[in-house]
C-alpha cells in the first residue's frame, strides 16, 4: 500500500491491494503520508463507483480515515443517503460502507440520514441474536461515531428494549471465554449513560426534550438508565470494575505475535470504562482488593511482555490505583518507553488525556527530562514515516503537559534540566534548520510521503515543543538554572518559523480517469522533433479549441451561478414562509395527536367508571346475600334456643314429679326396708332402662350442642365476610382516588392545550403580517389560501375544544354520580354491619348468662349433696366410700361443664386449642367451678359397680322381718325382696329448689347410678 500510489494502480488492482494485501493501520498510513491525493482518490473512486460493484468495498475500508470520508461526502454530498438506503434493504456491502462512514463524527452540514435508525436498530438485533465481539464492534463504533445523538430521538419503549437486551447479553457473557464481548457490552452502556445525562446529545437539553415529545400521554414516562447505572455507580459496580480487571489480567500475557489486535481492544475498552467510574470507587476496590492489584502488576512487568501492550497494563493501573505510588522499577521502565514517542499511540484516545498527567506527575525530574530529550530528537532526526504518523499524537501529549505545567514541580524542574542539556540544544538547532529548508515543488509519485506532509507533521511538532519549553523557561527563576542565553533566541525563531507553515498542500494532481476495462489508462506521449509540422499544427489547434471550450464552460459556469444567486436571492423569503406554514402545520397536526390522546384518556376512563359500576353492583349483591345468609342463621339459632327451653321445661316437670315420688318413696323405704328388699332386683332393671332413656336424651342435648357450635361457625364465617367487604370498599375508594387524579391530569392537558393555542395564534398573528408587508404584491394569492386555512383551522380548533370541554363536563357529573353512588353503598354496609355487631353482642350476652345459670346450679348442686349425705348419716346409711363418690362426681360434673366450655370457645375459635387467646383464658377461668382442675385429676372411667351398701342390702335379705332393724344397716347375709318404686325419666334441668330427689336413690344402699359414665355435657345439664 505504501509503495502503490494512486495513479499507477487500475481500481481492479486497488482492490486486490486494499481489500486483501493492506490492512487499517496501512490506510491510515497513506492517508497520513499523502494527504495531496486524498481528493484525487475520491473522485476516481466516486466515477468508479458507477461502473462497477466491487469499489463499494474499497470505499468501505478507505472510509475509516475522517479525512478521506469527508472528501467523499464533499464531493457527493448524498452519497451516505444513497449507502444508508442500501444498507437497511440488506446488502452486506452497503452494510459495511455504512458502519465504516458512521464510525466518526459526522463534519459540519452533514446530516445523519433518515435510514440510520432502521439501520442500527437491525444492527442491534443482529447482535442480540448472535451475541459477540465481532456482531457488537459494529454497535460500539455507531455510536462513538456519528450515530451518538441518535439515541436522543429513539422512543421510551425502544431505549427501555434497549437497555435490557445489553444487560441480558452481559449476565449471559460473563463466563464466556470472549474477552471483548463483555467489555463492548459495558463501553455500550456507558455510552447511553452519558446521552441520557446529555453529555454526547446535539444540544444541551435535547435529549429529554425529545424524550418529552415522544412521551405524549401521562403513562409513558421519560427514560432514565436506572438499570445501566447500577453497573457504574450503583450496587453492581465492584463487581463490573472487577470483571474489568479480570479481562485485562487475561489479556496480558506474553505471546509470539506481540500485541494483537485482541489484546490492544481488550485494553482500550477495559481503560475507557475504568475512567468512567469514579475515583472513590477505584479507591475502595483497591483497598478491598489487594491480591488482584498485585497479579496485576505482575502480569504487566513481565519482561518479555510487548512494549505497547506493557504500557497500555500500566496506563490501566495509573489510572486505577489514583495517587498511590508506583511499585518499583516501574517509573524506570515507564520512563524508557515513553522517550520513544511512537509508544504514545499506546495511551492516546479521547479519554486519555488524564493517563498522561498521572505519568507526569509520577515520574521524577530526571526521568521528565529523558523524555524530553527523546521527543526533541525525534522531532528532527526520525523517519520520515515514523514523524508522520505520530505528529498528532506527540503535539497533543505535548500540549496537555504545557496544560499542567504551572500544577506541577516534577514537570516543571524536567523541563528546565532538559533546556540545560546540551543534546537538546542541537535537537533543537537540527529541527531550526529542517524548517528552514524549502519544499520540493512536485510531489514525487515514488516517494514515501509528501513532502509538504512532512513539513507540516515537523512544524506540528516543532510548534508545540518551542511552546512548551518556552513557557517553562519563560517561568522559571533565571538565577536557579543553566540553561544558555542563545537558546532563548532559537525557542523564538524555532516557533516562529514553525507557525509560518503552510497547512495546505499546493502540489497539483493529475486526474486519473478509468477506464472502460478497469486495468489500463490513456497516456499523452511527448512529440518527436521531427514531426511534420501539419501534425504539430493540428495537435495546437486542437489544443486551442480545448482553452476556449474551457473557457466558455467557465463562462456559462459562472452565469448559472449568478442566475442560481438571485434566483435563491428571489425564492429564498418564499421558501421561508413555506417552511413556517409547513411548521404550523406540524404544530396543527401535533395538537390533532394530543387530541386524539385526550380522547383516549376519556374513553379509559369511561371504561374505569364502568368497571367501578360494576363491582358496585357486585358488591351489593354480595352484601344482600350475605343478608339473606345472616337472616336465616338468627331463624335457627331462635330456633334452636325455642327446641332448648322446651326441653328445658319438659325436664323441669320430670324431675319435679320424680322429687314428689322420692319423697313418697322415702318414707315407705324407711318404714319398711325389709319388706322391700326383694324387688331391688326389678328395680336394677327399672333403672336401667331409665339409663338408656337418659342416654337417649343426653345424645339429643348433644346434637343441640353442636348445632348451637355450628351456628356460631357460621357466625364468624360472616365475620370474614363482612370484613372482606370493608377490604372492598377500601379498594373502591382508592381506585376513586385514580379517577380524581386522571380527572386532574385531562383538566391540566386541557389548559396546556389552551395555552399552545393562544401562542399558536399569536405567532400566526405576528408571521402574517409580517409576510404581507414584505412581499404582499408577490404572495397574494399565497395571502388568501394562508387566511382560508387559518380560518378553517380556527373553526377546528374552536370545535375541538368545545367538545373537549363538554367531554370534560360530562366525566365530571359521571365522577359525582360515581361518588354519591358509592358513599350510599358505603353507608348502607356501615349500618348492616353495625346491625350484625349488634346481634352479635347480644348473642355473646347471652351465652354469658347461661354459663353463669350454670355456676349457679353447680353451686346448688354441692349444697344438695351436703344435705344429702348429711340425711343419709342421720339414717345410718352413709359411709367414706359413697361420700367420696358423690364428691368425685360433684367435681366431675363441674369439670366436664369447664370442658364443654373450652370446646365451645375452640368452635368459636379454631386456633383456641393450641394457642388460646387472653380473652377465651379469662372466660374460661371466669365460668370454671373451683373443683375443675382437681376434677380433672380425679376422673375415673364410669363403670357400673355394685356398691358396698348394695351387698348389705342383698345379704340383709335374707334374714326375718323381725331380726332387722331400721337403725343399722343390713349385714351382708340377709336380702328380701319387696315391691319397688318405678324410676320416671332422668333428663337434664335447671330448677332454684334445693336439691335433686334422684340422688338419695343413686346412694342408698344397693343403688347406683351410672353418672360417672355420663358425657361432660350432660353431666352438667343433669346437675
Not at 500544577?407 to 535537537?427: K, N, P, Q
Not at 473557457?551 to 434566483?567: G, K, M, P, V
Request: hydrophobic fraction near 40%; charge should be negative.
Amino acid at each position: 500500500m505504501r509503495n502503490a500510489p494512486i495513479k499507477n494502480t487500475g481500481m481492479a488492482q486497488l482492490h486486490t491491494i486494499v481489500c486483501q494485501n493492506s490492512s487499517e493501520a496501512d490506510v491510515i498510513l497513506w492517508a497520513a503520508s499523502k494527504p495531496c491525493q486524498i481528493p484525487a482518490l475520491a473522485t476516481n473512486l466516486l466515477e468508479s463507483l458507477q461502473q462497477w460493484p466491487y469499489v463499494l468495498e474499497i470505499v468501505s475500508r478507505f472510509s475509516v480515515v475522517p479525512a478521506i470520508r469527508d472528501a467523499l461526502l464533499h464531493q457527493h454530498p448524498t452519497l451516505l443517503f444513497e449507502i444508508g438506503s442500501q444498507a437497511v434493504v440488506g446488502s452486506w456491502q452497503h452494510n459495511a460502507a455504512a458502519i465504516a462512514m458512521l464510525s466518526h463524527r459526522l463534519p459540519p452540514g452533514v446530516a445523519i440520514p433518515a435510514a440510520s435508525q432502521t439501520l442500527f436498530l437491525g444492527i442491534v438485533n443482529h447482535a442480540v441474536a448472535s451475541p459477540s465481539s465481532a456482531s457488537m464492534k459494529p454497535v460500539y463504533q455507531l455510536l462513538k461515531g456519528g450515530l451518538a445523538p441518535l439515541l436522543g430521538l429513539l422512543s421510551h419503549d425502544i431505549l427501555t428494549q434497549l437497555e435490557h437486551h445489553f444487560h441480558e447479553i452481559l449476565r449471559s457473557t460473563i463466563c464466556q471465554t470472549d474477552q471483548c464481548l463483555t467489555l463492548y457490552c459495558l463501553v455500550i452502556m456507558k455510552i447511553m449513560i452519558q446521552v441520557a445525562e446529555d453529555e454526547l446529545s446535539c444540544t444541551p437539553g435535547s435529549f429529554y426534550e425529545t424524550q418529552e415529545l415522544l412521551a405524549s400521554t401521562p403513562s409513558t414516562p421519560r427514560w432514565k438508565p436506572t438499570e445501566l447505572q447500577r453497573y457504574f455507580t450503583g450496587s453492581k459496580v465492584n463487581r463490573a470494575l472487577h470483571l474489568v480487571v479480570l479481562r485485562v489480567i487475561g489479556a496480558t500475557i506474553v505471546d509470539d505475535q506481540g500485541c494483537t489486535a485482541e489484546t490492544r481492544e481488550v485494553l482500550t475498552l477495559a481503560t475507557e470504562t475504568m475512567d468512567y467510574l469514579s475515583a472513590d470507587v477505584r479507591s475502595k476496590w483497591c483497598v478491598d482488593n489487594p491480591i488482584l492489584l498485585r497479579k496485576l502488576w505482575e502480569k504487566a512487568n513481565q519482561p518479555d511482555l510487548h512494549k505497547q501492550m506493557q504500557l497500555q497494563a500500566i496506563a490501566f493501573i495509573a489510572g486505577l490505583c489514583g495517587s498511590q505510588a508506583l511499585p518499583q522499577g516501574v517509573p524506570e521502565s515507564l520512563a524508557a518507553m515513553l522517550q520513544d514517542p511512537t509508544n504514545l499511540a499506546a495511551v492516546m484516545g479521547p479519554s486519555w488525556r488524564p493517563v498522561i498527567v498521572r505519568f507526569a506527575d509520577r515520574l521524577s525530574s530526571s526521568q521528565m527530562a529523558d523524555i524530553l530529550s527523546g521527543w526533541s530528537s525525534f522531532a528532527g532526526t526520525s523517519e520520515v514515516m515514523d514523524l508522520v504518523t505520530h505528529a498528532n499524537t506527540l503535539s497533543e501529549s505535548l500540549t496537555w503537559i504545557s496544560d499542567t505545567l504551572h500544577g506541577c514541580d516534577t514537570i516543571s524542574a524536567g523541563l528546565l534540566r532538559a533546556l540545560s542539556s546540551a543534546a537538546v540544544g542541537e535537537s533543537l538547532t537540527r529541527l531550526h534548520q529542517l524548517l528552514c529548508e524549502y519544499p520540493a515543488a512536485d510531489c514525487e509519485p515514488d516517494a514515501v510521503s509528501c513532502s509538504k506532509a512532512t513539513r507540516r507533521a515537523r512544524s506540528m511538532v516543532a510548534q508545540a515543543l518551542s511552546g512548551l519549553f518556552l513557557r517553562a523557561a519563560l517561568g522559571a527563576d533565571h538565577s536557579q538554572t543553566d540553561v544558555a542565553s542563545d537558546l532563548y533566541s532559537l525557542l523564538l525563531s524555532v516557533h516562529a518559523v514553525a507557525s509560518k507553515q503552510n497547512s495546505t498542500c499546493g502540489h497539483s494532481i493529475v486526474r486519473v480517469h478509468a477506464s472502460t476495462t478497469g486495468l489500463e489508462h490513456h497516456t499523452v506521449l511527448p512529440v518527436p522533433r521531427n514531426a511534420d509540422w501539419r501534425t504539430s499544427v493540428q495537435q495546437h489547434l486542437e489544443e486551442k479549441t480545448k482553452l476556449e471550450h474551457g473557457d466558455l464552460s467557465r463562462i456559462f459556469a459562472n452565469a448559472c451561478a449568478d442566475l442560481e444567486r438571485r434566483c435563491t436571492e428571489v425564492e429564498g423569503p418564499l421558501r421561508a414562509e413555506q417552511a413556517k406554514v409547513s411548521q404550523l402545520q406540524q404544530q396543527y397536526v401535533e395538537l390533532l395527536e394530543a387530541h386524539e390522546a385526550l380522547q383516549d384518556d376519556k374513553s379509559r376512563a369511561d371504561s374505569h367508571a364502568s368497571a367501578a359500576d360494576a363491582e358496585r353492583a357486585a358488591i351489593a349483591k354480595e352484601v344482600d346475600e350475605a343478608k339473606l345468609e345472616k337472616d336465616s342463621l338468627m331463624l335457627r339459632i331462635d330456633e334452636l334456643h325455642t327446641s332448648l327451653d322446651k326441653l328445658q321445661h319438659e325436664a323441669r316437670e320430670q324431675l319435679g314429679k320424680a322429687k314428689e315420688t322420692a319423697e313418697v318413696a322415702e318414707i315407705g323405704h324407711a318404714a319398711a326396708i325389709a319388706q322391700h328388699q326383694e324387688r331391688i332386683d326389678d328395680l336394677w332393671d327399672k333403672f336401667a332402662r331409665a339409663e338408656d332413656d337418659i342416654r337417649k336424651q343426653i345424645e339429643h342435648e348433644a346434637e343441640l350442642q353442636r348445632n348451637l357450635e355450628m351456628a356460631r361457625c357460621e357466625g364468624d364465617e360472616l365475620k370474614g365476610q363482612i370484613d372482606d367487604h370493608k377490604a372492598m370498599e377500601t379498594g373502591q375508594a382508592s381506585k376513586m382516588a385514580l379517577l380524581e387524579q386522571a380527572k386532574s391530569d385531562a383538566d391540566a392537558l386541557c389548559r396546556s392545550l389552551e395555552m399552545d393555542l393562544q401562542s399558536s395564534r399569536d405567532d400566526l398573528l405576528a408571521q402574517t403580517s409580517a409576510h404581507e408587508t414584505n412581499i404582499s404584491q408577490v404572495q397574494q394569492q399565497s395571502d388568501r389560501e394562508l387566511a382560508t386555512r387559518q380560518a378553517k383551522h380556527a373553526e377546528q380548533i374552536a370545535a375541538t375544544h368545545a367538545g373537549r370541554e363538554e367531554q370534560v363536563r360530562g366525566l365530571k357529573s359521571q365522577i359525582s354520580a360515581l361518588q354519591y353512588e358509592s358513599h350510599q353503598a358505603q353507608t348502607e354496609l356501615s349500618a348492616q354491619l353495625a346491625k350484625r355487631d349488634r346481634k352479635l353482642v347480644s348473642s355473646a350476652k347471652r351465652i354469658d348468662d347461661l354459663k353463669r345459670l350454670c355456676a349457679t346450679k353447680d353451686d346448688q348442686l354441692a349444697e344438695a349433696h351436703a344435705m344429702r349425705s348429711n340425711l343419709m348419716a342421720a339414717m345410718g346409711l352413709g359411709n367414706d366410700r359413697t361420700q367420696g363418690t358423690q364428691s368425685r362426681r360433684v367435681t366431675r360434673s363441674a369439670a366436664a361443664m369447664q370442658d364443654s366450655f373450652e370446646g365451645t370457645e375452640a368452635s368459636i375459635n379454631p386456633g383456641f386449642s393450641s394457642q388460646p387467646t387472653p380473652d377465651a383464658k379469662e372466660i374460661s377461668m371466669r365460668y370454671a367451678s373451683p373443683e375443675a382442675k382437681k376434677a380433672k385429676s380425679n376422673r375415673t372411667p364410669g363403670m357400673l359397680r355394685e356398691s358396698i351398701a348394695a351387698k348389705s342390702v342383698k345379704s340383709a335379705a335374707k334374714l326375718p322381718l323381725l331380726a332387722i332393724s331400721a337403725n343399722r344397716t343390713p349385714s351382708k347375709t340377709s336380702r328380701s325382696k319387696t315391691p319397688g318404686t318405678k324410676l320416671k325419666e332422668f333428663s337434664v334441668a335447671q330448677d332454684d329448689t334445693t336439691f335433686d330427689g334422684s340422688e338419695i336413690f343413686a346412694s342408698t344402699p344397693g343403688v347406683r347410678t351410672r353418672r360417672d359414665a355420663l358425657p361432660a355435657d350432660e353431666s352438667e345439664m343433669q346437675e
